[in-house]
């Protein structure tokens, strides 16, 4: 597992335990944003927009700055959409994580993904 973080650009220097149970943290929260909806259907990119933002929350704030520091560009110009996702999964959780950060309230904000009231552009679904 240290070899194939030591491969990823992205994820070079990253403490591998760390980084592990933060998708741990990630996988999680799929479920039970799943467990939640189980009666309505959100879009996959909502699921993940709640997962990234988990996975980059679960993370130290070194191995965080590490992570988005290639992607401060994006913070206030791109929004998250399935496209972004598909295209570059990376830039993808970075962008949700700045997204989920400057919403402001965090609780209302699950809510509001949760319940289908914040959506993010689609183009494949």
């Known amino acids: 597992a240290t070899a194939r973080l030591s491969n990823d650009k992205n994820r070079q220097g ?3 335990t760390e980084y592990y149970w933060s998708v741990v943290v990630h996988e999680v929260v799929h479920r039970l944003s799943f467990y939640v909806t ?4 959100i879009p996959l990119v ?3 927009y709640l997962g990234y933002a988990a996975h980059f929350d679960a993370l130290s704030e070194k191995s965080r700055e590490m992570l988005l520091k290639q992607y401060k560009p994006y913070k206030r110009s791109v ?8 295209m570059d999964p990376v830039a993808f959780a970075a962008v ?4 989920f950060q400057e919403a402001g309230d965090r609780c209302a904000t699950i ?3 949760l319940s289908g009231e914040l ?3 689609r183009y494949y679904e």
């Open 14 to 16: 990253l403490d591998p």
């Open 38 to 41: 189980r009666e309505k259907t």
């Open 46 to 48: 909502s699921y993940e």
């Open 79 to 86: 929004m998250p959409d399935d496209f972004l996702y598909f």
């Open 96 to 99: 949700s994580y700045f997204h």
């Open 111 to 113: 809510r509001r993904v």
């Open 119 to 121: 959506q993010f552009e």
